[in-house]
């Protein structure tokens, strides 16, 4: 097993060099975030040991339990794990102060309570907005439409967010080029509010097993990797 992860990461890791240089760009301006939910601690402690240092998880409780294990090792947990799911707000307490990142940010009313946990804590928090590219009813992320009024209410209310960019999950997955589009259009939308906020807002968060080389090219600077790094998710464990 962990020959077989080390082979996949390695592979992954070659495919986003290769990425990055037909598209003309850095390979030091794309970070890896190798996607870890469901997944024991064992496989995190495995990727540690190929020297790995930034996982994604979608689950609050799962994070910290994880996370709790790595400080345990004399790891430093919160730096180590980008928040990638859902987030309810009566979970802001939780959050803020624990994770390097926030990607899931949709809404004025989470971001207040982000803002105000961050308060309670006396901490600041790294967040992006995540956007709904393709408009989906059912999907999460704030309509691309309402982002201008969302990034201006953490600018103007929330000055221990430090807004740095946006996440997409487009309605397509494991499509490779048919979600380009989707990506494209969060990095316009990206260079839209720079242009409106004056923030610089540096960072993409898209791409994942299918698409990443996709999202590569079209200006990611954080992918989202899980399935071919670390394989089929199990169905649900800690
Ligand atoms: C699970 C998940 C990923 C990783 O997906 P893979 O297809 O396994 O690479 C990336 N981003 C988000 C938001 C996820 O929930």
Redesign the pocket.
């Known amino acids: 097993m962990k020959e077989e992860l080390r082979d996949r990461y390695n592979a992954v890791h070659e495919a986003i060099v290769q990425a990055a240089r037909t598209s003309g760009r850095s390979v030091s301006d794309i970070a890896l975030l190798c996607?870890t939910?469901f997944h024991p601690i064992s496989v995190i402690f495995d990727l540690l040991a190929l020297g790995h240092r930034l996982f994604?998880e979608?689950y609050v409780q799962e994070a910290r339990e994880k996370s709790r294990q790595l400080e345990e090792a004399g790891f430093d947990g919160s730096s180590l794990f980008h928040l990638?799911?859902a987030l309810q707000r009566k979970k802001a307490s939780q959050v803020v102060g624990n994770f390097a990142m926030v990607h899931s940010v949709d809404s004025q009313a989470l971001a207040l309570a982000l803002e105000k946990a961050c308060v309670q804590k006396a901490c600041t928090q790294a967040i992006l907005l995540e956007v709904n590219v393709g408009d989906e009813a059912q999907k999460a992320g704030v309509n691309p439409k309402d982002a201008q009024a969302l990034a201006e209410l953490i600018q103007g209310q929330c000055p221990h967010l430090d807004l740095q960019g946006l996440m997409c999950?487009p309605p397509v997955?494991?499509a490779g080029e048919a979600a380009r589009p989707y990506f494209a259009s969060l990095r316009t939308l990206r260079d839209e509010l720079a242009t409106h906020t004056g923030l610089p807002l540096p960072v993409l968060s898209m791409g994942?097993?299918?698409d990443f080389i996709q999202a590569i090219e079209e200006g990611a600077t954080i992918v989202?990797?899980?399935?071919?790094i670390v394989g089929p998710r199990p169905v649900r464990a800690v």
């Not at 989202?224 to 071919?228: F, H, L, P, Q």
């Open positions: 996607v939910k994604g979608n990638i799911g999950l997955f494991d994942m097993s299918g989202r990797i899980g399935t071919a």
